[in-house]
């Protein structure tokens, strides 16, 4: 005989025993092998499509004052996160200071103080505004990396790119929140990559880019640029660009082998050309170690373009 079928709300995403039991769910049911147990009370049904969210649903439903939190608060949001916080799956739980840590296994406990707005509902889970979860990540962080987390939270593209974005918060909220907390643990942390957060980025590898580039004589590119064609329609959107010497970068991730992607690339960098730019191409091994060879593969794509300038064999604008 098969398991008997869930309750379709408790299907999509983790739920407590209490809510299994409120729905006729027995104890023995809760128990079967389609249900992972990763903490005292808490089910997360197996083989499932549930968004993070889903999944953490039931850490902020234990109680009226539990809030997720960290990195846990980060995932929900979809932050760009380093990669040793990306493999560290323990949930961040906090319930203010004048309540009882959380303690259970594979969760954080914290008890913190929230101000008024700090703590929001998002897709049916409690957890921490993204400003003042990128707050919360300063005190984990270094520098660069809350830069990263800061350039994904304030992401946003305009109307003229393929997917328009919106940002989750602003650097004025983030400069808020932290004025709003002057000696809170990370705060100094926050005070150093405030000022290098930057609106486009849309992967720390572009942020990791970006900062390189912004800390040499080359200066900083320009991130959410349009390439428009003769009709001034958008047509190509560069990672990042010196419209000055019309170079655009883009980084290829890991993605990029892949054939249809291949394809896509390519077919981007001919129209990129017969606009009158140049496509650059950066990989991750480009971005590595103490001297990043990006800088010196800008430096010579750009020293070529100057070169080709006062030849005058570079094409005119679009």
Known sequence: M?????PPDLVAGSFTSLDAAASGVTRKRQRQPDLAIPSRGIRVPLGGAATTAA???AYSALDDASTLTHHSGARIWGYGLPAWMQEDWRIHVARERDASKPRRRNV?????TFKP?????????????PARTWLDLAGLLNVDELIAAGDSAVLAHGSDFPVPRTPLTTIYDLHRMVASHPGMRGIKTARLALPEIRVGADSP???KMR???ARTKLGEPVLNHVIRN???????WPDAAYPEHRLALQYDGGHHSDPVQAARDRKRQEVTERLGWTELRIFKDDLDGDKPFVVEKVRATLQGLLRRQASGTWGSAP
């Open 2 to 6: 098969g398991l008997s079928p869930l």
């Open 55 to 57: 999944n953490l649903r």
């Open 211 to 213: 900062l390189i580039l």
């Open 230 to 236: 003769t009709w001034g329609q958008p047509a190509v």
């Open 205 to 207: 590898q572009e942020t």
């Open 117 to 129: 707005g700090e703590v929001v509902i998002h897709d049916g889970v409690r957890v921490t505004s």
């Open 108 to 112: 954080v406990g914290h008890r913190m």
